[in-house]
C-alpha cells in the first residue's frame, strides 16, 4: 500500500473534522480570526486533498471584528445523516482570564459547496462543540462545559444535549457526561457508534507539548464512560525526540473496504526553542479495532510520519511556485482578517490587487491585511507595490504575519513633508504589551514616482527582506530576524494561548481614516528545499 508523509494538511490546519459520504472524504478545520470561516478539504483517497470551500461566508454567520488574536472560529465538526451535511463551530469572543464568551452554531446544506444555511444558535457553556447522528435519527449535540469558578480546572466535562432540527434549538436535559481523565483540559468531543457501544473521542492536555487523544465508551449514550485501556490512543507528550509533536485532537473515518483512519493535528518544531512556525497541523494515523471492540493506532500511540493510505500523493503542487495575479479574483490561497465586509478592504477591480487602508497592522476590528498560509519551512516571496502615502500615519507593504503581537512589516509611507520612505515594522514575542519596534536600518527615501518590489526570503529560522525600484535588481534590507517568532510559542500567551500560525501576504494601514489604497500587481511565493529544514529534505521527498 502507498505511503502518506505527514502532515496531510501542511501549515495553520488545526482541529480537523473527518467525513466521507460514499467514495469522498472531506476535513474541516479551524480558521479562527482568518475569514472566510472554516476550511474544508475533499480528497478521493487520504492522500491527496483539495480547498473547496470555506462555508462561513456571510455576516449573518458570524462576524469576527473585535474577536481577539487565536479567537474566532474554533473547532468546527462536520458530518453527514444520509441527506444533509452539517457543520457545528465556536465563535470564540474572549479567552484570556477565567471567562470565556463562546457562542456555538449550527449551519447546514444539501452539498458541501452550499448554499449554507443561516445559524442556528445553540449555547455558550463552552466550546468545541460537535454533532453526533444516532441510528434512530436523533441528534445530539456536544461540548466541552467551562466553569470560570474552578480555576486551575476549568474544564468540566463534555455537555451532551439533544438537538431538534425542527424546531432549531436543543431540547431536554443537558448532562456532563464525561469529566475526563487524569490529564485533564477535556475538549474537542466526537460521537460515534459501533456494535452497540457508544465512543467518544476527546482532546485532552491542552494544545501544547502534553495533547493527546483520550477514548472512552458507554453502552449507554449517557453514560458512565470507561477509559480506553491505554487511555491515550494518539499522543506525543511521553516522545520528546517524535517528528510530531502536540498531537491531539482528533477524528475517525472508515473506508468503504473496512479500514480505519485517525486524522489529528500535529505541530512540527524547528530549532532548539520548539518553535512551530507552521502552526498545528493535520496528520493522519492508521487505526485498527482490537478483538476487545476498542480503537489502536497501528504503531502505537505515537504518530508516525509515514502512514500506509489507499492512494499516492502528488507532491507537484506543494512544490510549485505560485505566481498569484488578480484578473479572476483573488485566489482561494488567500483569507483576511476578521471581516465578512471584504469590499471594505479590498477590491481586484482593474487587476490588481488594491487594499484599502483601515485600521493599524494588529487592530482586532477591521485591518487590510490579505495573506496565505507559510507552508513550508523555507520560501521566497515577492509583491510589486504602487503607493503614493501622503504622511507617516499611511504605510503598506509586504508582511510576514502571526498576530499583533508577531509580525515583520517591510512598508512603503512617507514622511511628513510627503517624501516616500521605505521601513521596517516588527513586533516580536511583544505578548503582552505588543511593543512596535523599528529594527532598522533607519528609513531610507525612495522616490514618489514608481513601482517598489518588495521581497523576503526565509530559510528555516532565518528571515530576510529585499527591496528594488523599477529597473533594479533585488538588494538585502535591515536585519536577518528569527524567522520563529511567528509561531504559537511566542504568541500572546504563548503556546497555550495562541492557536494559529504563520501567513505571508500583503497589508495597508491608514491611520490618518481616509482609506489611502495601495496597488500590489501579483504576489509570489516559492517553496524552497534548505538544509536546514528538519522535515522536508530533499532525499526524504525523492524516496
Known sequence: MPQVRNPILPGFNPDPSILRVGEDYYIATSTFEWWPGVQIYHSKDLANWELIVRPLTRKSQADLR???????????????????????????????????????????????????????????SGFDPSLFHDEDG??????????????????????????????????????????????????????????????????????????????????????????????HIISSKDAPLAAL?????????????????????????????????????????????????????????????YVDVPGTRDDTDYWSEKKYTFENGLHKDFQWLRTPEPERIFSTEGGALTLFGRESIGSWFEQALVARRQTHFSFDAETTISYSPDDERQFAGLTVYYCRYNFFYLAVTAHADGQRELFIMSSEASWPLGKLE???????????????????????????????????????FGPVFDATIVSDECGGHQVDGSFTGSFVGVAASDCNGTAKSAAFDYITYRPVEHESDRYEPRRERLD
Request: charge should be neutral; proline fraction near 8%; hydrophobic fraction near 30%.
Open 66 to 124: 473585535g474577536d481577539p488574536d487565536s479567537c474566532g472560529i474554533w473547532a468546527p465538526c462536520l458530518t453527514h445523516d444520509g441527506d444533509t451535511f452539517w457543520l457545528v463551530y465556536t465563535d470564540v469572543k474572549r479567552k484570556d482570564g477565567s471567562f470565556k464568551d463562546t457562542h456555538n452554531y449550527i449551519v447546514h446544506a444539501p452539498a458541501i459547496e452550499g448554499p449554507w444555511s443561516d445559524p442556528v444558535y445553540a449555547n455558550s
Open 138 to 231: 436523533r441528534k445530539w449535540f456536544s461540548n466541552m462545559m467551562w466553569d470560570h469558578r474552578r480555576r486551575p480546572h476549568l474544564f468540566t466535562g463534555i455537555g451532551l444535549q439533544e438537538f431538534d432540527p425542527k424546531a432549531g434549538k436543543l431540547v431536554g436535559p443537558r448532562k456532563n457526561i464525561f469529566p475526563g481523565s487524569d490529564l485533564a483540559f477535556v475538549e474537542g468531543p466526537h460521537m460515534y457508534k459501533r456494535n452497540g457501544w457508544y465512543y467518544l473521542l476527546t482532546a485532552e492536555g491542552g494544545t501544547g507539548y502534553g495533547h493527546a487523544c483520550t477514548l472512552a465508551r458507554s453502552r449507554d449514550l449517557w453514560g458512565p464512560y470507561e477509559l480506553h485501556p491505554q487511555k
Open 245 to 305: 509533536q502536540r498531537a491531539g485532537h482528533g477524528d475517525i473515518v472508515d473506508t468503504p473496504d473496512g479500514k480505519t483512519y485517525i486524522v489529528h493535528l500535529t505541530g512540527r518544531p524547528v530549532g532548539q526553542k520548539r518553535r512551530c512556525v507552521l502552526g498545528r497541523e493535520t496528520a493522519i494515523q492508521e487505526a485498527y479495532w482490537g478483538d476487545d471492540d476498542w480503537l489502536y493506532v497501528k504503531d502505537g500511540p505515537v504518530p508516525s510520519l
Open 438 to 476: 523599528i529594527p532598522g536600518p533607519p528609513a531610507i527615501q525612495i522616490p514618489n514616482d514608481g513601482k517598489v518590489r518588495l521581497a523576503v526570503t526565509v530559510r528555516g529560522q532565518a528571515l530576510q527582506f529585499w527591496y528594488a525600484l523599477e529597473g533594479k535588481e533585488l538588494e538585502k
